[in-house]
């Protein structure tokens, strides 16, 4: 069967415009796919779970019968980190934030806590959470965890950030590849002003599954393929 469309249809086509094209239906997939976010935030929750599970080590949940309103609460946190995921903040911008919101969350009270995430000395810690609500200097080796609890801190956001996003991308790559070929298929459906016969079926199929991929880098190729044509012919004369 697809060597039957392949031998009556590929002679026939323009490579290059069939690439854009294809690239084109990737890309309106994508775009379909985004539009979930008007539901409940939709597929850009999708990596949000890696981030929390990283800040739920670093900031202590709320106390019993504490209704945890307060902006430095832990739900009140994930709610506003959440909203940058949501909303595709920089990602530079969202582990800042998180790392603030995290280290105006150290207390005396937290640091055994962070201390244990992070691999740092929990009564250093605890001195130079003391410290930091006082404004009294910290002394050399509290400086030195201080600043150890800053470096693993960085990379323990990273980790959770770079999870979440990979995590996203991928989900929505995944989705975009049933969406591609609905829309494959309707467009097929279209031209023929009826039901699609079995070739138009297998058309609309494979131009589906390779609109996703092809989306990012259609324009490349597509000018790649020109190119070589161009040589092609060139050669030939």
Known sequence: MLEAIASTTLSNLDLSKVVLAIGSLGTAAY????TS???WGGVSNRGFGDIRKVISKLIPGSAKGDAGTTALALPSALATLRANWLNGMAMADQKSVAKALIKLNLTKDSAKGMADATGVDATLLASVAGKLA?????????????GRFDLLLASLLDQGYQRGDQRYRNSAKLLAVPVAVLLAFCGAWALNGSSPSGPDIWKAVICGLLATPLAPVAKDLSSAIQAGTKVAQAWKK
């Open 134 to 146: 006082t404004g009294a200097a910290l002394t050399p080796e509290e400086t030195d965890v201080y």
């Open 37 to 39: 976010k008007a539901f």
């Open 31 to 34: 775009g379909v796919v985004d």
